[in-house]
Each structure stands twice: as C-alpha cells, then as structure tokens.
C-alpha cells in the first residue's frame, strides 16, 4: 500500500474513532449513574479506544511525514478566485494574500458558529433558590426563542465582545415528575441532575 493512500485511511479510520468515542462519553455521562457496574464497563471500553486512537495518531503522522519527505504540494487556485482574493485584500487593506485569506475565516467562524449562540439572559428565580444555586456548580438563565430555563456549567460559557452565549445545541430538556423541565447541558450527568433537582426541591 502506497504512504499516501495509507494516510488516508488512517484518517478516516481515526475520525470513526474519535466519533465514536465521543458518543460513548456522551451517553454514559448523561444516561449512566457513575456507580454502576455498566458505567464501568463502557468507561474501561472507551479507555480502550483512546489507546487505540493514541496508536492510529502516532501511525497517521508517521505517515504524513513520510509524505511530506517524499512529495511536493501544489496549490491551484483559478485565475477569477485570485482576482477577488486581490479585491477582497485590497478593500480591507491586508498585506498579504495570508492576511487575507484568515480575515475571511474569521467571518466565515462568526457567520457559521457565532450566529448560532444563544446570549445568556438573567432569569428570575426565588432568593432562597438563588443563594442554594451560589454553593454549587450549576448556573441558570433564561435564553431567547428558549421556553425553557437554561441550566449550564461555567465551562459551557462563551465570551465574544464581553458577551456571554451559551451553544444550545448540545444541550438537552430533561424532567422529573412534578417538577419543571429544564434545558440541560451535556456536561452534567445523571448524578448531577438528581443533585440539582434535590437543589430545587429544598428551595421551595
């Protein structure tokens, strides 16, 4: 099998990998009490992948590098592209095409990712409520277009111009009978559910 073509299987096999670990993360975290006997048998299974993710990465480079020794790179760009790049570097008067071509991603993330954030809103909650949440890890708000509250973690937290947002689409509704359904981050389990439905039930 050629390097080349050895690369690119290796990278395909390992995108499999990391997606199917991050399911598994996913699921045991927010579908398995951390005590059971089945979370610590997909735990000790995911571990396994990594390991195996750890032997296709070291393999892909392996590669990559072979490539590189053995090959050279060729990057075509058709003429009418070039021409607007010069435009485009022209009218935002960067120094280089480099320049150029990064100031166009940067509003390619904000129209593709940042559009689609959710600003964090104060909600109103009883005091009693607030100063219970204050010893803990949870955090709560209210978003637009949400009907729900919005409890998150402070990781799940994104800043842009001094803004808070959260990314709502990881996030997940969840409930318990008589209670309020709330819209959850993945980050928290289901251990982390019952504490802050335990949070709230002390709060009423």
């Given at each position: 099998?050629?390097?080349?073509?050895?690369?690119?299987?290796?990278?395909?096999?390992?995108?499999?990998?990391?997606?199917?670990?991050?399911?598994?993360?996913?699921?045991?975290?927010?579908?398995i009490?951390?005590?059971?006997?089945?979370?610590?048998?997909?735990?000790?299974?995911?571990?396994?992948?990594?390991?195996?993710?750890?032997?296709?990465?070291?393999?892909?480079n392996?590669?990559?590098t072979?490539?590189?020794?053995?090959?050279?790179?060729?990057?075509?760009?058709?003429t009418?592209?070039?021409?607007?790049?010069?435009?485009?570097?022209?009218?935002?008067?960067?120094?280089?095409?480099?320049?150029?071509?990064e100031?166009?991603?940067?509003?390619?993330?904000?129209?593709?990712?940042?559009?689609?954030?959710?600003?964090?809103?104060?909600?109103i909650?009883?005091?009693?409520?607030?100063k219970?949440?204050?010893?803990?890890?949870?955090?709560i708000?209210?978003?637009?277009?949400?009907?729900?509250?919005?409890?998150?973690?402070?990781?799940?937290?994104?800043?842009?111009?001094?803004?808070?947002?959260?990314?709502?689409?990881?996030?997940?509704?969840?409930?318990?009978?008589?209670?309020?359904?709330?819209?959850?981050?993945?980050?928290?389990?289901?251990?982390?559910?019952?504490?802050?439905?335990?949070?709230?039930?002390?709060?009423?």
């Amino acid at each position: 099998m050629q390097e080349i073509y050895k690369a690119e299987i290796l990278e395909i096999k390992l995108e499999i990998l990391k997606d199917t670990i991050n399911e598994l993360e996913n699921f045991i975290y927010s579908k398995i009490h951390k005590n059971s006997n089945s979370y610590k048998k997909l735990k000790l299974y995911i571990n396994t992948l990594i390991q195996e993710e750890f032997i296709y990465q070291r393999e892909l480079n392996t590669s990559k590098t072979f490539n590189s020794e053995n090959s050279i790179s060729v990057i075509k760009i058709k003429t009418d592209i070039l021409n607007s790049l010069f435009e485009i570097k022209k009218d935002f008067s960067c120094r280089t095409i480099s320049e150029t071509l990064e100031l166009l991603s940067e509003f390619y993330i904000d129209d593709r990712y940042y559009d689609r954030l959710n600003k964090i809103n104060e909600c109103i909650i009883s005091v009693k409520l607030e100063k219970n949440l204050n010893k803990s890890f949870f955090y709560i708000c209210e978003c637009e277009n949400i009907d729900n509250k919005v409890i998150y973690f402070i990781d799940d937290i994104i800043i842009k111009n001094n803004i808070k947002y959260l990314d709502l689409r990881k996030f997940k509704l969840f409930k318990k009978s008589n209670s309020e359904e709330y819209l959850f981050s993945s980050r928290f389990n289901l251990d982390d559910l019952d504490e802050f439905y335990n949070i709230i039930n002390r709060s009423l």
